[in-house]
């Protein structure tokens, strides 16, 4: 039997080492997946990795199932921690090009947990680069609306309605799949 | 401004707050808006389940062997108060309180070493700084205690004896003068206990006072 997600999380608040474990083991690869993708070098992506681990145990007795599914929660943390490392060394994001590329490639050792969705990959890829860009500059990045339009000199007026329509295209696409 | 054109300056901040980008003077013009409008609301929702379903396509990446080991090394080398903190705050500071209680009490036939240990090993339980308490006053009589833990977190813990009944609300006064509600305190058959964590720092607390409809003001002074 497959112990559920939130289950795992609610033994792990409570001090249990074998869920933990678990949980880390089921999750490191998406974790540091996405930490390399956002900060691209092993020993800063793994720090980073860590580092949401240990905020996600910290603070697992105050994640609300309402409000999203565990991956999504643990992902957001990730996300966060990289951008911080990101910016503390004055890094520059990865081009938004090279970014989307990244993104829409199918992942053949993609963890099998429906989590993966197919639709959402391709929309992304069908999108205009001028919305892709700047959807995956803001979501990955970090960046604001003001910041993406100074980086692309472009008026933030063209950056907020990309972004919009970029992603409401995305959200078409989905289908409706949320739990 | 017709709600409309209202809706229309908030969507355009809503891809922002989804991605969690959003500046905290444009989160909080959106805010007061989303509280009152259910479509604007629903397109937030819908966005944020885009942005979350977005960073699942990252691709996955097995990292360095050892690393589950190395991320359990580091969750336990954390102090275990953490949890504590979280879950079992207002026990433990009961339980400290009653701590330190015993500590004083004993401390009419103890030598002061003794004492001071037991006092540092109340300070060690949440990674405590010191300790500080203050009779609560109506101005005449005593009636209770409020405590104040300087610790990660800090807390305030209040202690209620002989006092009218109700519920009264605690409010913090800074050294700046400046006032907080941090909360409501019920007293019941005149006595009560309440706690909470708190984000400044223990010496910066000038004053805790406590009102309530028809009750008395107490009053704890820390720099008194």
Redesign the interface.
């Known amino acids: 039997m497959v112990v559920s997600d939130e289950s795992l999380l609610a033994a792990m608040?409570?001090?249990d080492?074998y869920a933990?474990?678990a949980f880390?083991?089921r999750y490191?690869?998406?974790v540091?997946?996405?930490a390399?993708?956002i900060v691209g070098v092993?020993a800063l992506?793994?720090d980073v990795?860590?580092d949401a681990?240990?905020k996600a145990?910290?603070h697992a007795?105050?994640y609300d199932p309402r409000r999203?599914?565990v991956?999504?929660w643990l992902?957001?943390i990730t996300?966060?921690a990289a951008i911080d490392a990101v910016r503390y060394r004055h890094d520059t994001p990865m081009d938004p090009d090279l970014l989307v590329g990244?993104?829409?490639?199918r992942?053949e050792?993609?963890?099998e947990d429906g989590?993966?969705?197919l639709g959402?990959?391709e929309a992304?890829a069908e999108l205009p680069p001028e919305q892709a860009g700047p959807?995956?500059l803001?979501?990955?990045g970090?960046?604001?609306?003001k910041e993406i339009a100074s980086r692309d000199d472009v008026p933030l007026?063209t950056v907020?309605?990309r972004?919009?329509r970029g992603?409401?295209q995305?959200?078409r696409r989905?289908g409706v799949r949320?739990d | 401004m017709t709600e409309s054109e209202s809706c229309r300056e908030v969507?355009?901040?809503?891809?922002?707050l989804?991605?969690?980008?959003?500046?905290g003077e444009s989160r909080a013009h959106a805010l007061a808006h989303l509280a009152g409008c259910a479509d604007c609301r629903r397109e937030l929702e819908?966005?944020?389940?885009?942005?979350?379903?977005?960073?699942?396509?990252?691709?996955?990446?097995?990292?360095?062997s050892g690393?589950?080991a190395?991320?359990?090394a580091?969750?336990?080398h954390?102090p275990?108060g953490?949890?504590v903190r979280?879950?079992l705050l207002i026990a433990a500071a009961a339980v400290l309180v009653a701590s330190l209680a015993a500590a004083f009490t004993w401390w009419r036939g103890a030598d002061d070493r003794e004492v001071a240990d037991q006092y540092r090993g109340v300070l060690s339980v949440a990674d405590g700084r010191y300790f500080r308490a203050a009779a609560l006053e109506d101005g005449v009589d005593d009636r209770g205690h409020v405590f104040g833990y300087q610790g990660r977190p800090s807390w305030l813990f209040v202690t209620v004896e002989d006092a009218p009944s109700g519920n009264y609300h605690v409010q913090l006064i800074g050294a700046d003068g400046r006032a907080t509600w941090i909360g409501l305190c019920r007293v019941r058959d005149g006595t009560g206990s309440w706690g909470t964590t708190i984000d400044v720092p223990i010496r910066d607390v000038a004053r805790v006072e406590m009102t309530g409809n028809n009750l008395p003001t107490l009053l704890a002074d820390f720099h008194g």
Not at chain 1, 102 to 105: D, N, S
Not at chain 1, 142 to 145: E, F, I, P, S, V
Request: glycine letters at 8%; a neutral charge; aromatic letters at 4%.
């Open positions: 608040a409570g001090g080492e933990a474990s880390v083991r490191q690869s998406r540091y997946g996405l390399m993708t092993p992506a793994e990795a860590q681990f240990v145990w910290r007795s105050t999203g599914r991956v999504t992902l957001t996300r966060n990244l993104l829409t490639l992942d050792g993609a963890t989590t993966d969705d959402l990959r992304l959807i995956v803001m979501t990955y970090g960046l604001t609306a007026g907020k309605t972004v919009r992603l409401l995305l959200r989905m949320d | 969507r355009e901040l809503i891809p922002e989804a991605a969690g980008v959003a500046s819908e966005m944020a389940g885009t942005v979350d379903a977005l960073l699942l396509l990252a691709p996955e990446r097995e990292p360095p690393f589950d190395r991320v359990l580091a969750i336990e954390r275990t953490h949890r979280n879950a």
